[in-house]
């Protein structure tokens, strides 16, 4: 039998796991075209596929997270309270949900898990 973890813990390995990754891309890519001296256009360039390259590895990586977080879990519903006040997901519903990428694979494996947590 799988031994289940804390909330805090699937929190903590979410902020790792998908924000960390995200920080760098953000921040990051705009810090390497300052750092390479580039001028103010090439500097704006930097900014803005810092954000879209941080938005999308946010999408990829939150579904992976919430499968593993939605498994490894006893109350999903705690869970979702608390990734959404840490700003780690958004609630149910809302607009930015649909920027997740998910396969057709996680989007069932997701589902599943919701429906055990429901039943």
């Given at each position: ?39 103010k256009k090439m500097v704006l360039i930097g900014l803005v596929s810092g954000f879209i390259l941080g938005w999308l590895v946010w999408s990829c ?59």
């Open positions: 039998m799988k031994t289940e973890i804390s909330i805090d813990a699937a929190i903590n390995r979410g902020h790792l796991l998908v924000n960390l990754p995200v920080f760098i891309a953000m921040f990051g890519i705009p810090s390497l075209f300052h750092m390479l001296d580039a001028d990586l939150i579904t992976k997270w919430k499968i593993w977080a939605y498994e490894n879990v006893a109350n999903l519903d705690e869970l979702k309270r608390k990734a959404i006040e840490e700003k780690l997901i958004w609630r149910d519903g809302h607009i930015f949900t649909k920027t997740e990428i998910r396969s057709r694979t996680d989007k069932i494996k997701l589902r599943a898990l919701e429906k055990r947590f429901n039943d």
